[in-house]
């Protein structure tokens, strides 16, 4: 026999706990269902497993989607700010990082223990352990066969998130239930993730393990970005906070760059040459530079001797090349090490103010599920709870039998 609830979401991750919590606590009859034999499993190892749980700085432009702005609503009505109360309320220790990132001063599972009890505030029932088997709809219910057991409801919440970091359980299931029910889906593809470089960059390869602050470009059909943060080198080719962010934004085919010495002010070479006219090329850099990027670059740039005996147009072209070295990477490192996924279930077939689709009320869709992809940092987690707390406020209200 099945099971009548008000409200089933599919997912106990950061937006699933806390849209069941949000509906829970306004008097809704609620099932959480995951597969994970624990809720909260990506959360736990955020942030190095201190959970970077939202981002002071967060707006919408710093949101990738194929409608810029359809993250607007949700964001305004549930802030940092917001989230950041409720991590005061139950005492748990925070600090800042660099860029705005908030982290657990202790472990990320106390942000897993705070959604579970926000849910047990609601009444709220998980199961866990158990793969979803069966889907359906009829007489305006939804359906779903779990474990052997059978559960309906007029309300139905995606929240299982993308295929990222598939060792964790991460899959496609999300976009296969948004399309059985009609809902559009954005090619899926690994964001911020590390990207690689192909055997002509093999000198790059033998830095493994150098990082070095640069300012990272793209362009490409998500726009144009830029993020001055650490990069580094590795043995497949180049991740680090600058690297990662810009990944969201590139395209096969297409370049990255990185300007190399951010600070130097322009002719700095050329100053360099009038003080020092003695010094080598790589002296130079290796001032700015850890040493063995230092003696890479020069390398490739193939200006040997001192400064003095190179010409001031060979140093300016030294110099643009530095601010602008462009590598074109063939890959990235894929879902298996992406933070997120970016793409995923479209937008313009839901109301950005209910997380609802469109065309089949009752069905909701929020967090990673949706094609809203944030910056790293802290920005993908507020829009787990502000989405989530979107779709969690609309919901429709349990409705009781006064002959009951």
């Known amino acids: 026999m099945s099971e009548a ?33 624990e809720v909260g499993r990506k959360i736990i190892i955020s942030g190095g497993g201190r959970c970077n749980f939202t981002n002071v700085h967060t707006a919408p432009d710093r949101y990738i989607s194929g409608n810029r702005h359809f993250a607007k609503s949700a964001l305004a009505r549930f802030s940092p700010r917001d989230f950041i109360d409720l991590v005061d309320a139950y005492g748990i220790a925070w600090h800042e990082k660099t860029l705005g990132q908030l982290f657990c001063d202790g472990s990320a599972r106390q942000i897993v223990a705070l959604l579970l009890e926000e849910c047990a505030k609601g009444a709220v029932e998980i199961a866990c352990g158990v793969p979803v088997s069966a889907v359906d709809h009829a007489d305006g219910r939804f359906r779903v066969s779990f474990g052997g057991r059978e559960a309906s409801a007029p309300a139905l919440v995606i929240a299982t998130g993308g295929p990222s970091i598939p060792k964790m359980g ?57 993020f001055r943060e650490a990069a580094l080198f590795t043995h497949r080719g180049l991740s680090g906070p600058a690297i990662l962010q810009v990944s969201s934004y590139w395209q096969r085919g297409s370049s990255v760059t990185a300007q190399f010495l ?12 009038r003080d020092r006219p003695r010094a080598s090329l790589q002296r130079v850099l290796a001032e700015g530079l850890p040493e063995r990027l230092a003696e890479a670059l020069c390398d490739r740039l193939a200006l040997p001797g001192e400064l003095g005996g190179l010409t001031d147009k060979a140093l300016d072209a030294a110099e643009q090349r530095l601010a602008r070295w462009a590598f074109v990477p063939d890959g990235s490192e894929g879902f298996a090490k992406a933070e997120v996924t970016a793409g995923g279930i479209a937008v313009d077939g839901l109301s950005s103010r209910t997380m609802e689709a469109t065309k089949m009320p009752g069905l909701y869709a929020i967090g990673e599920a949706v094609d809203v992809t944030g910056w790293l940092g802290g920005y993908n987690f507020q829009w787990a709870w502000a989405s989530a707390r979107a779709a969690g406020e609309a919901l429709i209200p349990r409705l009781v039998d006064p002959n009951a």
Do not use: M, N
């Open 262 to 273: 951010p600070d130097r002010a322009p002719g700095w070479l050329r100053a360099a040459k």
């Open 5 to 37: 609830f008000d409200a089933i979401v599919l997912g106990g991750g950061a937006a699933g706990l806390f849209c069941a919590a949000t509906a829970g606590q306004r008097g809704q009859r609620v099932l959480v269902i995951d597969h994970a034999p």
């Open 170 to 226: 991460a899959s496609s299931f999300a976009y296969d239930l948004a399309r059985q029910f009609g809902l559009k889906v954005v090619q899926p593809r690994p964001a911020l993730v590390p990207l690689t470089l192909p055997g002509t960059e093999a000198l790059f390869r033998e830095l493994s393990g150098v990082s070095t602050e640069i300012i990272a470009r793209v362009d490409g059909p998500w726009g144009k970005a830029a």
